[in-house]
């Protein structure tokens, strides 16, 4: 091969390497361009999800509250006093004043105790209605620590303390949410644990605990 053929073959050569070398850059930036997209989008993705889930847990627990206010708020019917069937005009007619009085006195006294069995389970009912609920519940824990608390650490306190309440975890979650709807509580996220805590009467939420902290997940 001669010199000149040498030298084109070098030249041809360096321009290939040239391109590929900037086709390679342009790949990598590309990459790295998408990638840094996905990764937002993931991100917003996430976000719209967790928010997603809240809206749905707190339409849940504004759903049980008015359902609990519908129950407490209904009235227990008076039972009614039975029909008497219409009696035939002439013997109605002529009986005696004294025996009608006798059997109007006597419906009277049946038709008071109908009343009375009537509006007895009625009381029990009332005095239901006066169980805090789970919210309130939730919100008195939070305020006995007065530090930051997972919903797992009040879920098992509550089926500790009021064994009969439903303690689930995910149930206990959406109170919590509640009351930060209701700014009576506040939120704070450490790594992949969420954490709750009380609002005073001014507001203030107690401060979170150290980034190093291995409290239970929420």
Same mark, same amino acid.
């Given at each position: 091969?001669?010199?000149?053929?040498?030298?084109?073959?070098?030249?041809? #050569?360096?321009? &290939?390497?040239?391109?590929?070398?900037?086709?390679?850059?342009?790949?990598?930036?590309?990459?790295?361009?998408? $990638? !840094?997209?996905?990764? *937002?989008?993931?991100?917003?993705?996430?976000?719209?999800?967790?928010?997603?889930?809240?809206?749905?847990?707190? #339409?849940?627990?504004?759903?049980?509250?008015?359902?609990?206010?519908?129950?407490? !708020?209904? @009235?227990?019917?008076?039972? $009614?006093?039975?029909?008497?069937? *219409?009696?035939? !005009?002439?013997?109605?007619? #002529?009986? +005696?004043?004294?025996?009608?009085?006798? /059997?109007?006195?006597?419906?009277? /006294?049946?038709?008071?105790?109908? $009343?009375?069995?009537?509006? %007895? =389970?009625? /009381?029990?009912?009332?005095?239901?209605? @006066?169980? =805090?609920?789970?919210? #309130?519940?939730?919100?008195?824990?939070? *305020?006995?620590?007065?530090?930051?608390?997972?919903? *797992?650490?009040?879920?098992?306190?509550?089926?500790?303390?009021?064994?009969?309440?439903? +303690?689930?975890?995910?149930?206990?979650?959406? %109170?919590?949410?509640?009351?930060?709807?209701? !700014?009576?509580?506040?939120?704070?996220?450490? /790594? @992949?644990?969420?954490?709750?805590? &009380?609002?005073?009467?001014?507001?203030?939420?107690?401060?979170?605990? =150290?980034?190093?902290?291995?409290?239970?997940?929420?």
């Amino acid at each position: 091969m001669s010199d000149s053929a040498v030298t084109e073959f070098t030249s041809v #050569q360096s321009q &290939y390497e040239a391109q590929v070398a900037a086709d390679l850059e342009n790949n990598t930036a590309e990459r790295k361009r998408l $990638r !840094s997209e996905i990764e *937002a989008l993931q991100a917003k993705l996430e976000t719209l999800e967790h928010d997603h889930t809240l809206l749905l847990g707190v #339409q849940r627990v504004f759903a049980d509250g008015s359902g609990t206010v519908s129950a407490r !708020s209904a @009235k227990v019917p008076g039972a $009614r006093a039975p029909k008497r069937p *219409a009696k035939s !005009s002439a013997g109605s007619a #002529q009986r +005696s004043s004294k025996t009608s009085a006798s /059997k109007s006195s006597a419906s009277s /006294k049946t038709s008071a105790k109908a $009343r009375t069995r009537a509006e %007895a =389970p009625a /009381k029990p009912a009332a005095a239901a209605g @006066k169980q =805090p609920s789970l919210a #309130q519940l939730v919100s008195t824990l939070l *305020a006995a620590h007065g530090e930051p608390r997972s919903a *797992a650490e009040i879920s098992a306190e509550l089926a500790a303390d009021h064994p009969a309440r439903n +303690s689930n975890i995910n149930v206990v979650r959406n %109170a919590l949410e509640l009351l930060v709807a209701k !700014s009576q509580a506040h939120r704070a996220k450490q /790594k @992949k644990s969420v954490f709750y805590t &009380y609002a005073g009467r001014d507001g203030a939420a107690v401060p979170a605990p =150290p980034a190093g902290a291995t409290p239970a997940a929420g």
